[in-house]
């Protein structure tokens, strides 16, 4: 079975410019999670969707931050206009409905690494 | 405020060596979670496992064991007889109850295994 498909899987950009991070999930997976990585702050979690609908977004770091979920096979997380300091690993994770999702089992991705200049 | 503490930033040990991963968390509730997630040089988290407050056993899992004493706010993780493949690095994440996906996590123990 397919894990969680991020892409890009590397992204080097300029200051200023959108970026456009792509997920897919588990199919029947009903979580959707955005997490990030840097070496300052570690893992910290930006929003899930449950069902397609935002749940929890106070992760989000300011306005420049937008999350969709269209559907229940793919995910977006758009940055814009970028920053140096967005400098990160993006991960995205999803979860099956409830026991699992509830339990903190998330399935990852292999995470996109972004690199603003 | 709910924290988790790995104070071991990299361990390195020799190949069948036993090691372990120190985990230090902090709630002021009484119903929470706590987990161990593997990532490994591709980059993906992995769950390894997951304890809830009321539950203090001991886990083990072939050479993976792990301690949890509430009384001392730790869960820490064994690896028994290492192997290269266990080079990874672990993070311990801590998380309330009924928010599953909102994981707390610690800065992570980078563990090498050597040959």
Redesign the interface.
């Known amino acids: 079975d397919a ?2 498909i991020q892409s890009p899987r590397h992204e080097v950009t300029e200051m200023g410019q959108e970026v456009t991070l792509r997920c897919k999930p588990i199919s029947g997976h009903d ?1 959707l ?1 955005w997490y990030r990585q840097t070496m300052m702050r ?4 930006l929003i ?1 969707f449950n069902n397609n609908v935002p749940i ?1 977004d106070s992760g989000m770091p300011e306005d420049r931050f937008s999350a969709k979920m269209p559907n229940a096979s793919f995910s977006t997380l758009k940055i814009q206009p970028s920053e140096p300091r967005d400098s990160a ?1 993006y ?1 995205c ?1 999803s ?1 099956p409905l409830s026991g ?12 996109s690494r972004l690199t603003v200049l | 405020a709910q924290k988790v503490t790995q104070a071991q930033t990299e361990i390195s040990v020799v190949e069948k060596e036993d090691v372990t991963l120190d985990c230090v968390y902090e709630t002021r509730d009484t119903t929470y ?1 706590l ?1 161990w997630y593997k990532q490994p040089p ?6 390894l496992i ?1 304890r809830n407050s009321f539950d203090e056993q001991n886990e083990i899992s072939g050479r993976y064991s792990w301690n949890f004493q509430k009384s001392t706010s730790s869960f820490n993780f064994t690896i028994t007889a290492s192997q290269v493949v266990d080079s990874a690095v672990y ?1 311990c ?1 801590l ?1 309330r109850y ?1 928010q ?4 707390i ?4 123990t980078e563990l090498s295994v050597k040959p």
Request: proline letters at 0%.
């Open positions: 894990g969680v979580y999670f570690g893992l910290e979690l899930y929890d690993v991960f994770a979860s699992r999702a509830l339990a903190g089992e998330l399935f990852f991705g292999e995470g | 979670y987990f591709s980059g993906e988290l992995v769950f997951r993070f994440a998380n009924n599953g996906g909102k994981l996590f610690g800065q992570g």
